[in-house]
């Protein structure tokens, strides 16, 4: 059974640090993964979609690198900003259409 | 594209009623996920599925639950009798077959007092 983890849990950081957050799983026959956003109180937003043969992906500030032989990807965020505040979820998804096996996530505060 | 669209956003029951959540997903998407998020458990899969028909519903928690999709516009999620325990936000998801993402709804917020 897939298992995915996010560490760390909770990460407060000041404006403008650059920052990495983790995400691991056990099986490392994936087809995709994908990052969210989280906000209090609202939805999922999607940041970004790696596939299985690439090695990463970016977005404006935001980079997620993949590395399936080891169980791993990172999402970095470049010169965070107090907007950057949510919480950020990591899911993989083992083959095409199947579920997405969610991390419990990072929440991240970034302070003015 | 006005995304995945659930309703109602919010609702308050009482226990031992019957409540239905409804989803419309992405035109042309044709893979539908419906989603239960907690404080302690996070987000966990319901049930989903592929071209109207329900693939996986192993996540569904008991006989309480059921869900539907009558047509590829359309979904929903109801439990009946509802029970304190199942008050969580709802979301609903839908995506495309291949390399895609997963586009997922606003939720819906249901507590059960």
């Known amino acids: 059974k897939q298992e995915v983890t996010q560490i760390p849990a909770a990460l407060s950081v000041p404006e403008g640090e650059n920052l990495v957050l983790n995400c691991s799983f056990t099986d490392s026959a994936i087809y995709n993964l994908q990052w969210f956003r989280q906000d209090p109180g609202k939805g999922l937003t999607s940041l970004l979609l790696?596939?299985?043969?690439?090695r990463e992906q970016t977005s404006g500030r935001l980079n997620a690198s993949l590395d399936k032989s080891s169980g791993r990807s990172t999402l970095y965020i470049a010169a965070s900003q107090p907007g950057d505040s949510a919480t950020y979820l990591c899911?993989?998804?083992?083959?095409?259409?199947?579920?997405?096996?969610f991390g419990e996530g990072t929440q991240l505060t970034v302070n003015p | 594209d006005a995304g995945v669209i659930q309703s109602p956003r919010h609702e308050v029951t009482e226990m031992g009623q019957e409540v239905t959540l409804r989803c419309k997903p992405i035109?042309?998407?044709?893979?539908l996920f419906w989603y239960r998020q907690t404080m302690m458990r996070g987000l966990e899969l319901l049930i989903y599925?592929?071209?109207?028909?329900?693939?996986?519903d192993s996540g569904m928690p008991e006989d309480r639950f059921s869900a539907k999709m009558p047509n590829a516009s359309f979904s929903t999620l109801k439990i009946q009798p509802s029970e304190p325990r199942d008050s969580a936000v709802y979301f609903c998801?839908?995506?495309?077959?291949?390399?895609?993402?997963?586009?997922f709804g606003s939720g819906t917020r249901l507590t059960v007092v």
């Open positions: 599925f592929n071209n109207n028909v329900p693939i996986d």
């Open positions: 790696i596939q299985s043969s690439q």
């Open positions: 899911a993989v998804i083992e083959t095409s259409g199947s579920r997405l096996t």
């Open positions: 998801a839908s995506s495309l077959a291949g390399p895609y993402g997963y586009t």
């Open positions: 035109s042309g998407h044709d893979y």
